[in-house]
């Protein structure tokens, strides 16, 4: 199973410069907003494709969680986000495990298989399950507007990241961010912490690969 531990330890706040295939990159952990989960089920999935639209297995506690991301820049190339991260508490995580929907498994994974979010729009997002049932069902017409709404945001962050209330009536919010080579299928992971407790779900966009 692909996971790479050197990336996703960037969220342990040890790493500030990684080395990349283009040259040593400034990593820079950016607050991208904080996610309301209503239900405990989280979604992680390109928040215009909306193709993988089911939660992941693990579930928390209601409430409301700080969504990071950590953008880095090499000399000759753009801002990328290298990961995004939904931080349930800041115990260290001491180990790592891909995050799944129901019913999948990673048992047999080869060391460089892995399953995630298919991304076709440069863009990945948290939302609560709650938020996606409002999506599904709307129409075409609200759907472009809600499409806009999130380019319109993003494009006008420096940091291309956006959080947007979808539920106006409990607060249901959506927060979205670029997603490192803009397209492709990106895994994500669960850190759990030494007593073996959830610490944050983190996922990794491929910028620095193993």
Not at 26 to 32: T, Y
Not at 94 to 123: I, Q, R
Request: glycine letters at 8%; a negative charge.
């Amino acid at each position: 199973m692909y996971i790479n531990y050197d990336v996703l330890n960037i969220t342990n706040g040890n790493t500030k410069i990684i080395d990349t295939e283009f040259g040593r990159m400034k990593v820079e952990k950016i607050e991208a907003g904080r996610l309301k989960i209503k239900t405990g089920k989280i979604i992680a999935t390109d928040p215009i494709l909306l193709y993988d639209d089911e939660s992941y297995s693990e579930r928390v506690k209601p409430g409301t969680y700080v969504i990071n991301i950590y953008v880095g820049k090499t000399d000759n190339r753009k801002k990328q986000t290298v990961v995004s991260e939904l931080r349930i508490n800041d115990n260290e995580p001491v180990k790592w495990e891909m995050a799944l929907l129901k019913g999948e498994s990673s048992k047999g994974f080869s060391h460089d298989e892995f399953m995630g979010y298919e991304v076709e729009n440069g863009l990945g997002c948290f939302m609560d399950e709650s938020v996606m049932e409002i999506l599904d069902v709307m129409d075409d017409e609200e759907l472009d507007t809600y499409e806009k709404s999130i380019k319109d945001a993003v494009r006008g962050n420096e940091y291309s990241c956006a959080d947007i209330v979808i539920d106006k009536k409990d607060g249901c919010n959506i927060v979205v961010f670029a997603t490192g080579w803009n397209e492709g299928t990106f895994p994500t992971y669960y850190g759990y912490d030494k007593s073996n407790k959830l610490s944050r779900l983190v996922t990794d966009f491929m910028v620095v690969e193993l």
